[in-house]
Nanobody, 118 residues
Framework: QVQLVESGGGLVQPGGSLRLSCAAS????????MGWYRQAPGKQRELVASMASGGSTSYADSVKGRFTISRDNAKGTLYLQMNNLKPEDTAVYYC????????????WGQGTQVTVSS
């Protein structure tokens, strides 16, 4: 069983920064495509950024140039550095691990709240 535990959320003023972390248990981390998703109240969950096992990255247009996804395979940890935060970034942020190992898998963390407000 894989567990993903997010941390680092909180309240920040517009223009501020936060770094989210996602600690993964189990042995699948290094071979997984890891992603950060977010869900704002009344909206669908959306992909914010993802990083394949080989290191290629993808970002939502709304966060390009402001957010950076990274991973430390040795520590089994995924990060999301968020700079120049805007009120519209307010959401619950979720960590996701997806891949294939004797079958497809798709794991989610419990989420961490990010609130951008003055």
């Amino acid at each position: 069983q894989v567990q993903l535990v997010e941390s680092g959320g909180g309240l920040v003023q517009p223009g501020g920064s936060l770094r989210l972390s996602c600690a993964a248990s189990g042995s699948i981390f290094s071979s997984s495509t890891m992603g950060w998703y977010r869900q704002a109240p009344g909206k669908q969950r959306e992909l914010v950024a993802s990083m394949a096992s080989g290191g290629s990255t993808s970002y939502a247009d709304s966060v390009k140039g402001r957010f950076t996804i990274s991973r430390d395979n040795a520590k089994g940890t995924l990060y999301l550095q968020m700079n120049n935060l805007k009120p519209e970034d307010t959401a619950v942020y979720y960590c996701n691990a997806a891949g294939f190992r004797w079958g497809p898998y798709d794991y989610w963390g419990q989420g961490t709240q990010v609130t951008v407000s003055s």
